[in-house]
C-alpha cells in the first residue's frame, strides 16, 4: 500500500501463511466460468500469489500477471509459481491507482481483498477499466466487516471485529466495502454487472479451527495489525495481549465459529 496508507493486516509470516492457502476454487469459484483459455488475465493485488496461479491455469495458454504494491510479495509469489512448474505466470510491483500498462491490455482482471484498503476505491475499478479490453470481464470480491460472524465472543473476543473496523477506518479504507461495490463499479463506468455474495467459514473443521485460532491470537497480539493499533490509540497494549490468549482458548471450543463476509461481481466493459 502506498506509504501515507497502511495495509491494515500487514505482512507478517502468519498472515501470509493464511492467505497463502486461498484458492480459486474458493475464492474465485465466482469469477471461474467466466474465464476461457487465451484469455491474457491480470491479478490486481496478487499477495502470495495462490489465487493468480490457479487463475493462471485456467486461461493457458495465454499470459496471467499478478500485480502487488509489496515487493516481498511479488518475490514470493515468484517463488512459488517457480516450484509450482508454471510457466504462463508472472509478478510485478505496482499499484492499483496507476497500473503500469497501457489502455486495452487484458482480456480479464481479477481483484479480491483490496478496494476495502484504499482512499480512492473508484478511482481503483477506473484504472482496471482502462486496462481492460472492450468486452473484457472483471471479477472484484471484497469483504464487509459489518457481516463477520464471531461465536462465542466475550470479552474481550466482542472487540475483535470493532477493532478491524476501526484501523481500516483511521488507514483511510472502507471496513464495509462489499455492500459499496456496486456503486462503485458504476461510478468507474462499470454499467453490465452481476451481483453475488459468499461466506468464508474459519472453523470447518478442528484443525481449520485451531489453525485459524492461532493466526488470529499472531493478529491481535505481536503483527503489523497489532503495532496499528497500538499507534492509532485504538487498544492498549494489555488488550491485545488479551485478545491474543483469549483466541487461544477459543480455538480449543468445539462451539466455536468465525466467517467472513464477501460481496462479489462479475462486470463487462
Known amino acids: 500500500m502506498p506509504e501515507s496508507q497502511p495495509y491494515a493486516v500487514g505482512y507478517d509470516q502468519e498472515t501470509m501463511s493464511f492467505f497463502a492457502c486461498r484458492r480459486a476454487s474458493t475464492h474465485a469459484r465466482f469469477f471461474l466460468p467466466h474465464l476461457k483459455p487465451g484469455m491474457r488475465l491480470l491479478d490486481c493485488g496478487s499477495g502470495t500469489g495462490s489465487l493468480t496461479i ?71 475499478l477506473r484504472e482496471i477499466r482502462r486496462v481492460l479490453k472492450e468486452g473484457g470481464v472483471l471479477g472484484v470480491r471484497h469483504a464487509d466487516f459489518g457481516g463477520f460472524l464471531l461465536e462465542p465472543a466475550p470479552p474481550p473476543l466482542d472487540r475483535f471485529t470493532g477493532l478491524f473496523i476501526e484501523l481500516l477506518r483511521h488507514n483511510g479504507g472502507d471496513p464495509h466495502a462489499g455492500r459499496h461495490q456496486p456503486r462503485w463499479l458504476l461510478d468507474a463506468g462499470f454499467s453490465r454487472f452481476h451481483l453475488s455474495a459468499s461466506y468464508d467459514c474459519w472453523t470447518e473443521t478442528a484443525e481449520s479451527r485451531i489453525a485459524n485460532a492461532h493466526f488470529l491470537s499472531s493478529l491481535t497480539s505481536r503483527s503489523a495489525f497489532a503495532k496499528q493499533i497500538l499507534q492509532a490509540g485504538l487498544a492498549d497494549k494489555a488488550t491485545l495481549e488479551a485478545l491474543g490468549e483469549a483466541f487461544l482458548r477459543w480455538g480449543k471450543l468445539p462451539e466455536a465459529f468465525a466467517a467472513e463476509a464477501w460481496t462479489e461481481a462479475v462486470a463487462w466493459k
Open 54 to 124: 490457479d487463475l493462471a491455469a485456467a486461461v493457458t495458454p495465454a499470459e496471467a500477471i499478478g500485480v502487488d504494491i509489496e515487493a516481498s510479495q511479488i518475490a514470493h509469489a515468484t517463488e512459488r509459481a517457480s516450484r509450482a512448474g508454471v510457466t504462463n505466470v508472472r509478478f510485478q510491483t505496482g499499484s492499483a491507482l496507476a497500473l503500469p500498462f497501457p489502455n486495452e491490455t487484458f482480456d480479464a482482471v481479477f481483484s479480491h481483498g483490496v478496494i476495502e484498503h484504499l482512499a480512492e476505491p473508484v478511482r481503483a
